[in-house]
């Protein structure tokens, strides 16, 4: 079984600037997709950016780009120019590779507050 | 479009009633997700499906939670007799089935409170 961890509960950061969060999985697949969502007070799930576990190149999405640390399981979120919208729960979720469609296994989330 | 559609929005009900919720995915949408979101577990999988057939249902608490897909466009979870401990938000999601590791559009939620 896949599990991933999230280990800051809470974060803060100052407008404007760059704060960073953790995630480390444990799998034993060599195929698999990594993401993180964001859920904003509204509790809508939104896709913040995704990750082939088969592409070295790490992923970007505007002001959001990972770490994608294969060796080492890690998959960490950099936010730059946090903006106060960014003020949500982070989740990291993995998804096994698969000739179809499998379902997300989720860390338990970060508290991110973007403070004016 | 208009995304991944959840009804009701929010749920109150007596322990020991039955709970309906109910999920039209995005067209052409060919996978369908359940979820249960609660401050102790997190987010978890209930159930899905793929082409309208039930996959993996090892995620559903125990017999009182059923789920359903009847056609492409419309699924249910049915719990009953409702317990407090099922109070939660439950979303459901769904995928395009082309290929593997496919965006998931989450819908906005169904939050649960039994009393």
Known sequence: ?116 | DAGVIQSPRHEVTEMGQEVTLRCKPISGHNSLFWYRQTMMRGLELLIYFNNNVPIDDSGMPEDRFSAKMPNASFSTLKIQPSEPRDSAVYFCASSWGQGSGNEQFFGPGTRLTVL
């Open chain 1, 1 to 116: 079984a896949q599990t991933v961890t999230q280990s800051q509960p809470e974060m803060s950061v100052q407008e404007a600037e760059t704060v960073t969060l953790s995630c480390t999985y444990d799998t034993s697949e060599s195929n698999y997709y990594l993401f993180w969502y964001k859920q904003p007070p509204s509790r809508q799930m939104i896709l913040v950016i995704r990750q082939e576990a088969y592409k070295q190149q790490n992923a970007t999405e505007n002001r959001f780009s990972v770490n994608f640390q294969k060796a080492a399981k890690s998959f960490s979120l950099k936010i730059s120019d946090s903006q106060l919208g960014d003020t949500a729960m982070y989740f990291c979720a993995f998804m096994r590779g698969s000739s179809g469609n499998t379902p997300l296994v989720f860390g338990k989330g970060t508290r991110l507050s973007v403070i004016a």
